[in-house]
């Protein structure tokens, strides 16, 4: 296929929401604030005997006896793991989250006439929408601890303390995961308002950028597992201790990939067109890539594909809907290469 004329070719934007890696403490519910009273939290490593559970080939599970002979075999696994002391029913996750200006403003880009025409459909954008639906969805899901991901799931309390850093500034906000609630990005509260605003004057401009210092509390039970992020072995022949699980950590201190909580934090696209199917958010990513099911969600036939938009949006053209444009807006928030290659 040839190349468009109208697209650049080398052409990337730097992410505007910048997280860092998380890192796990155990405290008590009732001493949460007492930074004193935190603990970090190290990984352990167990040596288990499973038994195996995977499917098995016809040949051997219709035999009996070499059906007895598969499940004796022992399935010996030397695992790391992360768990709350004895003494804690807490789990305290903190991390930092720098949000940037400047997304009409590619940091590479070779096309000089593309380059005029997108930054006019972004300024307009900004002019118009001044980033605020976005900024209510990434604020909610600070103020529902998504980032938490499976530490979430059976915590009796979850609390989201979220302090602004920049600009010498006293502003805080505290807020009541559970309360919130990951279904939707329609119910908001006055907080909720403000952060969304000091967020969206962030990436419109009006702030050069926002620093913010979130610290999220789920209190999930005395000792009890918590679950950092897993380290992905590419070559397990060489893997460090040939571990069959890796888990994060930073300086011996468990952690939660800053990409991690990068992906949670930008969970708010709906605009995608079988959300009325499924009903839940998806991250955003230019086909609406959800790996775990191994779907697609924007696929290039229905039009519905970021490359596809963004070269109408970039070119002048209206799209068809106000939300593919915040759809554009947030990959390109996301950050990424989207330049278009010569080749076939």
Not at 73 to 97: I, M
Not at 132 to 145: C, D, T, V
Not at 152 to 181: C, P
Not at 191 to 203: G, H, P, V
Request: proline share 3%; with cysteine; glycine share 6%.
């Amino acid at each position: 296929m040839a190349k468009n004329s109208n697209i650049a070719s080398v052409l990337a934007f730097e992410k505007k929401l910048v997280p860092s890696d998380g890192f796990l403490y155990g405290t008590t519910w009732q001493e949460r604030n007492k930074s004193e009273a935190s603990k970090s939290l190290e990984l352990r490593e167990k040596s288990v005997r499973g038994t195996i559970s995977n499917r098995l080939k016809p040949a051997i599970k219709d035999d009996p006896l070499k059906l007895n002979a598969e499940v004796e075999k022992p399935n010996l696994q030397r695992v790391d793991s992360c768990a709350l002391g004895e003494d804690q029913d807490t789990l305290k996750l903190h991390f930092t989250l720098k949000v940037l200006s400047g997304v009409q403003i590619p940091s590479a880009c070779n096309n000089k006439v593309f380059n005029e025409t997108y930054s006019q459909a972004a300024n307009n954008y900004i002019a118009t929408e001044g980033f605020r639906e976005l900024a209510k969805r990434y604020a909610i899901n600070i103020a529902n601890a998504r980032f938490l991901w499976r530490n979430r799931v059976g915590a009796e309390h979850i609390e989201v303390q979220v302090k602004k850093l920049n600009h010498n500034s006293e502003k805080s906000w505290v807020f009541d995961a559970v309360k919130i609630g990951l279904s939707n990005f329609e119910t908001v509260t006055p907080d909720i308002e403000e952060l969304a605003t000091e967020i969206a004057d962030a990436l419109s401009g009006k702030e050069d950028f926002l620093l913010l210092e979130i610290k999220a509390f789920a209190q999930i039970g005395f000792a009890q597992d918590v679950y950092p992020s897993e380290e992905l072995v590419l070559d397990k022949s060489t893997a460090k201790d040939k571990k069959s699980k890796i888990l994060y950590h930073i300086n011996n201190i468990a952690g939660m990939h800053s990409q991690k909580i990068g992906n949670a934090l930008r969970t708010i696209d709906t605009w995608y067109p079988a959300y009325t199917e499924t009903k839940t958010s998806i991250a955003i990513e230019p086909y609406g890539a959800v790996t775990n099911l191994g779907t697609a969600y924007r696929n290039p036939k229905a039009k519905a594909d970021f490359f596809t938009l963004f070269d109408r949006f970039a070119c002048g053209e209206t799209l068809d809907k106000k939300e593919e444009e915040h759809y554009v807006m947030a990959v390109l928030v996301r950050g990424g290469v989207f330049g278009e290659s010569g080749k076939d």
